[in-house]
Every structure is written in structure tokens, then in C-alpha cells.
Nanobody, 115 residues
């Protein structure tokens, strides 16, 4: 069983920045694809960014150029650097770890962008 713990959410003004972190409880973290998803009230959960074991990245169109996903395999941690935040980025952000048979989810961290 893999446990994922997110941190770094909070309240930020439009145009501000936040950095989310997700620590995974697995010794073979480096082989897994990691992702960040978000879910706003009344909306479906959506992919924000994804990074493979080989550090190939893809982003949702809505965050391209503003968000950056990265990973530190030595720390079993994936990050999401969020810049130029907009009110529409407000959501609960979830970390995801993909295996060949299933995905694991963290508990989520709230990000609120408001003046």
C-alpha cells in the first residue's frame, strides 16, 4: 500500500505563487508516473500535470506556461510550482501515483486564489 501526503496549499492573491509537495511512502518511487489533479466545487476532477519516470511532462492547456511539475526521486517527492495564479485555479489539488494495475491518491490540499 502506497501513502501519499500533500502539503503546501493555502490562500493566495491572484497573480501569486504556491508550491505543492507530495511525499510518497514507497522505496521505488522513481519508477512511477506521478500526477497532480484538481477538483473544483461542482466540477469533475481533472488532470493538471503529469511527469513520467523519465521526467517527460504534460500539462493541461489551462496551466501551460504557469505551472511546473518536477520530482526529486531521492526524496520520493513530486512538486507542483504554481505561478500567476488565477481565481479559476481554486480547487482541491490531489497527488496521484500510477502503477500498472491501479492509481493511488493523496488526501488533497486546498488552494484558494482570491483577493
Amino acid at each position: 500500500q502506497v501513502k501519499l501526503v500533500e502539503s503546501g496549499g493555502g490562500l493566495v492573491q491572484p497573480g501569486g505563487s504556491l508550491r505543492l509537495s507530495c511525499a510518497a511512502s514507497t522505496s521505488i518511487f522513481s519508477i512511477y508516473t506521478m500526477g497532480w489533479y484538481r477538483q473544483a466545487p461542482g466540477k469533475q476532477r481533472e488532470l493538471v500535470a503529469r511527469i513520467t519516470s523519465g521526467s517527460r511532462r504534460n500539462y493541461a492547456d489551462s496551466v501551460q506556461g504557469r505551472f511546473t511539475i518536477s520530482r526529486d526521486n531521492a526524496k520520493n517527492t513530486v512538486y507542483l510550482q504554481m505561478n500567476s495564479l488565477k481565481p479559476e485555479d481554486t480547487a482541491v489539488y490531489y497527488c496521484n501515483l500510477e502503477t500498472t494495475t491501479r492509481g493511488y491518491w493523496g488526501q488533497g490540499t486546498q488552494v484558494t486564489v482570491s483577493s
